[in-house]
C-alpha cells in the first residue's frame, strides 16, 4: 500500500497534467458543441413537416449528414479527420488536436438531443404564439429554448458526459488527457495502480458532471 501510494505522489505532477488536459479538450468541444449543435438542433426541428419553417430539403440533408457523422465510431473518427485537424491546428497530435475531433463527435449528438427536447414541447404553445404574430425568431427565443431548456441542459449533460469518454480514448493516438497517461504507464508499463487512478478520476468527473447537470436542470425547470 505504502509503495503504491508513494508511485501515485511520484507520478502526481504527470496526473494533474493530464486531468487539466482533459479539462481542456472537454471544454473547447463544450463550447463549440453549443455554438454549433444548439442552432443545428433548432433547425432540424424547425424545418420538419407542418412546422413554421418548414423545409424537406434543408431536413433532409441535415438529418443525412449528422446520421453519417454519428455512425462512425469515435476512434475512427479520430483517425479519419486527421487531415482536416492539422489543417485548422496545425498538429495531429495533443489535446487541441484531438479537441477536433471531440468537436465532430459532440455537434451532431447533441444537435440530436436538441431536436428530441424540442418534439416534447407542447404543439399548442407554438400554435398560440403563431396565432398572435410571432416572428420565428421571437418562437424560438421566447418559446422554443425557455420551454425545453430544462431539458437541454440535461442532453448537455450527457454529452459532456461522452466527451470524457471519448476524451480517454483519444489518449490511443496521443491525444493527452487522462486517456494518455492510463495508455503510457498503465497499459505499456503494466501499472496497475496509474490505472485503477486514472479510472477513478473519471469516475469522479463523471459524477460531479452529473450532479451539477441535474442541479442546475431542476433550477430551470419551470414544471
Known sequence: MGIEFQRIVELLPEITKAFGETI??????????????????????????????????????????????RSIPFIILLVAITPLTTFIVGDAYGPTAASVSLSAAAIPFFARIVETSMREIDKGVIEAAIAVGATPWMIIKDVLLPEAKSSIIQGLTLTVISLV???????????????????????????????VVTVVILI???????????????AVDKS
Open 24 to 69: 481542456y479538450m472537454i471544454g473547447i468541444a463544450f463550447g463549440v458543441a453549443l455554438l454549433i449543435g444548439l442552432p443545428l438542433g433548432l433547425l432540424l426541428f424547425v424545418t420538419e413537416k407542418d412546422l413554421f419553417l418548414e423545409n424537406v430539403f434543408i431536413k433532409s440533408v441535415l438529418g443525412f449528414i449528422i446520421n453519417v457523422v
Open 165 to 195: 469518454a471519448y476524451s480517454a480514448m483519444a489518449g490511443f493516438v496521443g491525444g493527452g488527457g487522462i486517456g494518455d497517461l492510463a495508455i503510457r504507464f498503465g497499459y505499456y508499463r503494466y501499472d496497475n495502480t496509474i490505472m
Open 204 to 218: 469522479l468527473l463523471v459524477q460531479a458532471i452529473q450532479f451539477a447537470g441535474d442541479r442546475i436542470s431542476k
